[in-house]
């Protein structure tokens, strides 16, 4: 992560790459034309899951 001596997203960054991963799922599932309302909170739920893994060595000390 490019924000100096850290190496684990900030705040910022962490709702930066939910959104990302949000709208990278809601386009596969789109392009795919299987978009619905399961599929829907299923992208959610995974996008919300890796922003917490990217996260959990902070939790770790």
């Given at each position: ?56 060595h902070?939790?770790?000390?």
């Open positions: 992560m490019p924000n100096g001596h850290e190496d684990h997203p900030t705040l910022a960054e962490s709702v930066v790459f939910f959104l990302v991963y949000l709208g990278l799922g809601f386009t596969v599932f789109t392009i795919l034309g299987n978009l619905s309302a399961g599929i829907w909170i299923l992208i959610i739920l995974v996008s919300l899951l890796i922003v917490f893994l990217q996260n959990l902070k939790f770790k000390k």
